[in-house]
Structures are given as structure tokens and as C-alpha cells.
């Protein structure tokens, strides 16, 4: 049957009321119309040989309409209005697509690797979709996810570090989204608040490294016995012949790469105490070590990557507290850093029954019992309550300079 017949402009409403109705992907009786119109009303007096008008609101079944055009309904409605969808499953085929998309974020490696960047990724997905679709949510979450793998950095003022990593030295400008987003993240990661000014914002990106300056930018280090003769080579042997330890900057390190002679194992420390500590029963015989104080500066970062590099191993010690633990999770996926003495049976052998507050705790990746036992006890270990222990595993471990370790697990 031609259906054109059917295509008058009163009855579109009536259409288009069906249209509406069948692509809801549910099964469907009857359909409501109006406010309708006097033609719209006697169109549908016609259409369905009623004896008088229908109300301005009325309901129509649509087994009359079907009869009404022949029995070829979807037909009329399809040339008349256009094809008819299903919302039910589109619906349901967008929720599986979200699913997805928020199942590939919250796993990501970077999350995995740093779980303090969970409460940020948690809160990314409250917000919902990046410009309502997800192609675009997922196409900027990983600019920043990017972003937050390459932190913390070696020291590189923030344009440059953008565009080593997103090509665009402003990307990371004040007031972008990916500035606004990573530095949420990185308040989450360093357990401070989300900075409100622009100062708190540059002091979150100098604790990730990032425009750090080259001379205030240091990082202690002894025991290091390089071959080379650059100047920076030449300080660390001298102070490690004589029991000393020194300071390197941020620019010596770029200027003169540490690889000749690099030791085949290193110990990294979050507290300088304990350099000093192995310094003073170790003299010019100490390990390789190197001290961060805390969260690893650009010198620190670009250090351990230039002893990563010369395949140096990189065994790091921290406190027991959720900070230290947060330090310890950046320094494995940053650097490849191994834990040292860091498991829960190590906590567990050295908390007391008194000691400062453990902060808040997040999980740590490579022992999942440890986040729970810091829970527990609710007491942190600082890293020189057990420097007597830390010092005698070195002394066991390290057989000279030239030697590799051994017995280290």
C-alpha cells in the first residue's frame, strides 16, 4: 500500500508520537497524544473512522492505528518520521561502553602502580564523561595518565616537560584541563590538598620534579666509586676514599652523566640520618647509597634513572607510614626501584607499642598484606628505629665496589 496518503501535516504529530514510542525498545499498546490541535483532531477522526472528534488529550491503541494505515505501521512511521531506533539497547550498549572505559582507567598500569592515585581516578569517574562521549573521555585521560607516568621528573620547567610528553609546551599551562586534572592527582599522590593558588600549584609540581632549579636541586650520595674524570665523577670518589658523603646538583648531573663505574647495586633512603649513620661505621669501606629526604627531587630522579640505565640495582628503603609507602610505590614505577626490607613481616618484627600516627595508608604493590598490618597498628616505623638492622644487612650484602651484592632479597 502507497502510504503517502497518511503524510498530511496534521497527522505528524501522531507519528511522531509513535516514533518516539517504538524506539523505546519496549513493547508498546497504546500511545498518549496532545494537547492536539482542532485539524490534528479531526485528521485523527478520519485516520481511524471515529463519529466525532477525539479529545485535545487522548489515547490511541496502536492495534487501531495498525488496522487504520493496512496492518503496515512501522512503514508509515519510518517514511514519515524516520528510522526506528531502540533506546533500550542503545542504552544498554552505552552503559557497557562507560563500563569499559571506566574498568580500562581505574586498572591502568599507572593506577596500578601508584595506588594513591586512586581517590583522584575514583573522583574522575564521579564526574562522568569528558564532553559527554567517550571516545573524548578516553582520548584525554590518557594525555594525563601519560602525564602522571613520567612523574616524578628529572627537573624540567614545566613547558618543556609538557612537551617532551604531550607535544605542547603549554598543555600543562595554569588553568587547562590536563593542569587542573593532574594536579588533583598529584595532591592525591602527595596526600595535600588541591592547591587553591598558584603557589600551592607550583610547590605540587616541584615535589613531581618539575621545574626544579639546577643548582638548588641536589641529591646526597656516598660509598660511589666512578672511573670517569668529569668533575662530578672525580668529587664522588674523593669523598667516597675519604668516608664522606656529598651533594650533586641537578646541573652536574645533566652536564656530567653518571655512568662510568656506575656500582652494580645501590641503597636508597628516604631519611639523610641514615647516611649518616652508615657513614660513620662504614667510613671510606661504605655501600653505594644514595638519601632522597623524602620525596626525590629532579637530582634524585634524574640519578636513579642515569644508574637505571647503567643497570645499576636499585634497592629502596622508606619509613612505614603511608607516606613511606607512597614514596617507596613512585620509586618502582618511576625507576624500577626494588624494595628493601620493606615487606609486612618487617613492619610487623619492628612496630612498638608507641610511635607516631601512620598517616593515611594506601595499598602498597608489592606486598598486599603491608598496607593492612600499618592499618592495624595504626603506628609508623620510622626508618632510624631500624637503622642498626638496615646497616648490618648492607654490611652482609656488600662485598666492595667492584664486587655485585649478595644475599639481598
Known amino acids: 500500500m502507497d502510504p503517502s496518503r497518511f503524510f498530511s501535516s496534521a497527522l505528524a504529530p501522531v507519528w511522531r508520537a509513535v516514533h518516539e514510542r517504538l524506539s523505546s525498545g519496549h513493547p508498546v499498546r497504546r500511545i498518549s497524544l496532545g494537547p492536539l490541535a482542532e485539524p490534528e483532531r479531526e485528521a485523527l477522526a478520519d485516520l481511524l473512522g471515529l463519529d466525532r472528534l477525539p479529545a485535545a488529550r487522548t489515547t490511541v491503541k496502536l492495534a487501531d492505528l495498525e488496522q487504520a494505515v493496512g496492518g503496515d505501521l512501522r512503514r508509515v512511521v519510518t517514511a514519515a518520521v524516520g528510522p526506528i531506533g531502540n533506546l533500550s539497547e542503545a542504552r544498554r550498549t552505552a552503559d557497557e561502553r562507560r563500563a569499559r572505559l571506566w574498568d580500562w582507567f581505574t586498572t591502568h598500569p599507572v593506577i596500578v602502580a ?68 593532574v594536579l588533583k592527582a598529584l595532591a592525591s599522590m602527595f596526600d595535600r590538598p588541591v592547591p587553591g593558588d598558584a603557589a600551592a600549584r607550583r610547590e605540587l609540581w616541584r615535589l613531581a620534579g618539575v621545574s626544579d632549579d639546577e643548582l638548588s636541586s641536589t641529591v646526597l650520595i656516598a660509598g660511589f666509586h666512578p672511573t670517569g674524570a668529569a668533575p662530578s665523577d672525580v668529587v664522588l670518589r674523593i669523598c667516597a676514599e675519604a668516608g664522606e658523603a656529598t651533594v650533586l646538583t641537578l646541573r652536574q648531573l645533566r652536564r656530567s652523566p653518571l655512568r662510568s663505574g656506575s656500582p652494580p647495586a645501590v641503597w636508597v633512603f628516604e631519611n639523610p640520618s ?136
Not at 628529572?154 to 587547562?176: C, M, Q, R
Not at 640519578?303 to 634497592?315: D, G
Not at 618487617?346 to 606486598?367: H, I, K, N
Open 114 to 181: 601508584q595506588p594513591a592515585l586512586l581517590p583522584w581516578a575514583q573522583s574522575v569517574r564521579r564526574s562522568g564523561l569528558i564532553g559527554g562521549t567517550v571516545e573524548t573521555t578516553r582520548s584525554q585521560l590518557e594525555k594525563r595518565l601519560l602525564v602522571l607516568g613520567a612523574l616524578p621528573a628529572a627537573g624540567s620547567p614545566l613547558p618543556v616537560f609538557a612537551e617532551s610528553v604531550l607535544g605542547d609546551p603549554h598543555a600543562l599551562d595554569d588553568g587547562t584541563a590536563h593542569s587542573t586534572s
Open 274 to 409: 641514615i647516611a649518616a649513620l652508615a657513614l660513620r661505621r662504614f667510613g671510606p669501606s661504605c655501600p653505594p647509597l644514595v638519601c632522597l629526604s623524602g620525596w626525590p627531587s629532579g637530582a634524585g630522579i634524574l640519578l636513579l634513572q642515569q644508574l637505571r640505565e647503567a643497570r645499576t640495582k636499585i634497592y629502596y628503603h622508606g619509613d612505614f607510614d603511608g607516606e613511606g609507602l607512597r614514596i617507596t610505590a613512585s620509586m618502582i614505577a618511576r625507576v624500577g626501584a626494588v624494595p628493601w626490607h620493606l615487606r609486612s613481616v618487617d613492619y610487623l618484627a619492628a612496630v612498638g607499642p608507641q610511635g607516631p600516627p601512620v598517616g593515611r595508608v594506601s595499598p602498597a604493590p608489592w606486598d598486599e598484606s603491608l598496607a593492612g598490618s600499618l592499618l592495624r597498628h595504626g603506628i609508623a616505623v620510622p626508618e632510624e628505629r631500624v637503622a642498626t638492622a638496615l646497616l648490618d644487612a648492607m654490611a652482609a650484602e656488600y662485598a666492595g665496589p667492584s664486587s655485585s651484592p649478595t644475599g639481598l632479597a
